[in-house]
């Protein structure tokens, strides 16, 4: 609000016409205060207390302490998930646009696809452990289907939904769907004639995916799945309500830590979650990086 | 050819499978609350529960106010960028995109450390200022989805023009931004607002380390204390999610039939 105020104390026929020295910045002065105040003051506070020590002194002691077992196995796990969810969520949602695109399936098959897809990327957190427990927890509809039917009990093999594959499966429920969100528009732009143009000259079908078709997708395929990483990385509540704190991910020990200090140290706190920011920041760093490289042949 | 169509109905199939299946599962285990019958008795318990009326009520408001926030503050941004500073347009850009490089975690666990009690604004310290904080740090998760909803809304329409002609008949800023802009993109506002109401509805991580009376903590704590009501709490959940974005569909297929018909 307070922007009228201060566009509007200019005549308005004069502001567009001053050159060079102008007060125009003043119109995203608002926007600003909002973004330093509740997004970069709060991340710039805990990346300052991650080096500093209980003065205040300046000390890389809370970065060395990252590497202690306990916490290094907590962000470990939390790559792996992440990862594993990524390359699985990235791979299948890659066949289902490409069926979907170019498979000669019939256009509503394309259109209820992408509808779900944006409906289940954004089916998350809590409810979605629920889903999963009912489905593949002890009492689940699918494990005890399979025990009354099949008689093969998943558990029995080691299986346990509260644990590092149960968590990647139910993350698949949302990574499944953005990526399908993501790379159906890179896949449109994958011109026939191209395909055409490549067999005329005597390409196989395989030399086209190697030689064609694959280096124009690669930057939007890496960019997206660098997208899904950091997607699940920072994801808790989904991990939070099916596993409760039995799964040692980053995200839960640092719940944990702002919920009782459980590292006995606030400033090891503020590193653990600048950690966190690093990670995050990389892989979407690198994420926008692919995606400017992409749009090139993409148009 | 034919072929590679079998394939292609074959990945979908499997695909729905795993989508499916969840879904069914979840509905099957929601009614089975009474003993040797199906019922909706989990759905009774949970939507008579008073404690779901008041976080679910709680959290729409907020969710309200998220979108009433969020509007004001990325309407007359993106629009003053586009039309006046477009140099700035990377900077703001990458403002936008900050939520999505800082976890909802790391975010709460700085607005812990800022506004907390003993802090030089104590919103963590009063119910109305964490309503506050809650209904900000809101914003700031739907900013990268509303800010890009607006721009490609104002990209679609000639702003120049509309702001020069509102102009020369007179109209002072908020006219021009509330009555000539504004209403332009009103379906890329919607758009936004049903993602916004999506995202915060259950929303559980920053709620929760708030201690905010809101859905998203109580469903957590229903999840570990109940067995059929998280069922049937999920079931409602997704139909939240799908209405939402069933209308930005709807509002979205309304704007093309209108700008058809002219």
């Known amino acids: ?299 | 050819m034919k072929n590679s169509r079998l394939g292609s109905w074959l990945t979908i199939v499997l695909g729905a499978a795993y989508f499916l299946i969840p879904l069914i599962a979840t509905v099957e285990f929601s009614l089975r609350m009474k003993r040797g019958e199906y019922s909706l008795e989990a759905y009774r318990v949970v939507l008579t529960d008073p404690r779901f009326q008041a976080t679910f009520g709680y959290s729409t408001l907020i969710a309200l106010a998220t979108i009433v926030v969020g509007v004001l503050l990325v309407v007359p941004t993106a629009y003053w960028v586009q039309l006046r500073l477009p140099r700035w347009r990377p900077v703001v850009e990458f403002v936008t995109l900050l939520p999505l490089v800082i976890p909802p975690i790391v975010l709460v666990f700085g607005f812990l450390r800022l506004y907390n009690s003993s802090s030089w604004l104590p919103l963590t310290g009063s119910a109305r200022g964490t309503d506050v904080l809650l209904t900000l740090g809101y914003a700031t998760l739907a900013l990268p989805y509303m800010y890009r909803a607006v721009d490609t809304g104002l990209r679609a329409i000639d702003i120049r023009t509309l702001t020069q002609a509102a102009e020369s008949l007179g109209a002072s800023w908020p006219t021009i931004l509330f009555r000539v802009i504004l209403p332009n993109v009103r379906v890329a506002v919607l758009s936004g607002a049903f993602l916004t109401f999506a995202i915060v509805i259950g929303e559980f991580t920053i709620a929760s380390l708030l201690n905010a009376p809101a859905f998203g903590p109580y469903l957590q704590l229903i999840g570990a204390n109940r067995a059929y009501e998280p069922s049937a709490l999920a079931i409602i959940a997704f139909m939240i999610t799908w209405a939402c974005m069933g209308l930005i569909q709807v509002v979205g297929r309304g704007a093309n039939r209108y700008r058809a018909a002219r």
């Open chain 1, 1 to 299: 609000m307070t922007q009228q105020a201060q566009t509007s104390t200019f005549p308005a026929g004069q502001v567009p016409r001053l050159p060079g020295m102008s007060f125009a910045w003043l119109g995203i002065v608002p926007f600003m205060i909002f973004a330093v105040m509740f997004l970069i003051a709060p991340a710039a506070i805990l990346v300052v207390g991650a080096f500093q020590d209980q003065t205040g002194a300046f000390t890389l002691e809370n970065i060395v302490n990252l590497f202690q077992p306990s916490i290094m196995s907590a962000y470990w796990i939390s790559i792996q998930v992440s990862t594993a969810s990524a390359l699985i969520g990235a791979l299948i949602g890659f066949f289902l646009a490409y069926a979907a695109v170019s498979g000669g399936l019939p256009q509503s098959v394309r259109a209820t696809l992408m509808t779900f897809s944006g409906v289940a990327s954004n089916f998350a957190g809590v409810p979605l452990a629920f889903a999963f427990l009912a489905t593949l927890g002890r009492t689940g509809l699918v494990t005890t289907l399979l025990v009354k039917y099949a008689g093969f009990n998943i558990y029995s093999t080691g299986f346990n939904l509260l644990s590092f594959w149960g968590l990647v499966i139910t993350y698949l429920y949302f990574q499944i769907p953005l990526m399908i969100l993501i790379i159906t528009p890179a896949l449109d732009g994958i011109k026939k004639d191209w395909a055409e143009a490549a067999s005329t000259l005597g390409a196989s079908r395989l030399e086209y995916w190697r030689y064609v078709a694959f280096p124009i997708l690669w930057p939007s395929l890496m960019g997206t799945m660098l997208l899904l990483f950091a997607n699940a990385f920072g994801a808790i509540a989904t991990a939070y309500a099916l596993t409760g704190s039995s799964l040692n991910i980053a995200p839960i020990l640092l719940y944990a830590q702002i919920r009782g200090d459980v590292l006995h140290n606030p400033h090891l706190g503020y590193a653990l979650a600048f950690g966190m920011i690093v990670i995050t920041g990389l892989s979407n760093g690198l994420y926008i990086w692919l995606r400017g490289r992409s749009e090139r042949w993409l148009r």
